[in-house]
């Protein structure tokens, strides 16, 4: 079970951290990775992390401006937001998923979603 935090208001330039603990002993067993969902528009990559912790993928709209990072001690990815615009709002969501790394961008590769939370950017 996945259940993401730490969304909210925040103005455009601002940061903002995001969470997804995890529940259960398998954690570090997962590739983890985040997607967002903007009013009428479908789910889309963020950006992702290999089980390890020793590989990151991005999304080139949010490269050099997120990191997402993992502490499989305390079964959390965290997903840091700089540099916000208003066209990052969304509804962010964390997965996991076993599946081979190159498939890490793809939705169906991952086998457990977050109900999501809303990250919304004024301008």
């Known amino acids: 079970q996945l259940q993401a935090s730490g969304g909210g208001l925040v103005q455009a330039g601002g940061s903002v951290r995001l969470s997804c603990a995890a529940s259960?002993?398998?954690?570090?067993?997962?590739?983890m990775g985040w997607f967002r969902q903007a009013p009428g528009k479908e789910r889309e990559f963020v950006a992702a992390?290999?089980?390890?912790?020793?590989?990151?993928y991005y999304a080139d709209s949010v490269k050099g401006r997120f990191t997402i990072s993992r502490d499989n001690a305390k079964n959390t990815v965290y997903l840091q937001m700089n540099s916000l615009k208003p066209e990052d709002t969304a509804v962010y969501y964390c997965a996991a998923s076993l599946g081979v790394l190159t498939t890490i961008r793809s939705p169906p590769a991952y086998n457990y979603w977050g109900p999501g939370t809303l990250v919304t950017v004024s301008s």
């Open positions: 992390i290999r089980w390890s912790g020793g590989i990151t």
């Open positions: 259960g002993r398998t954690f570090s067993k997962y590739n």
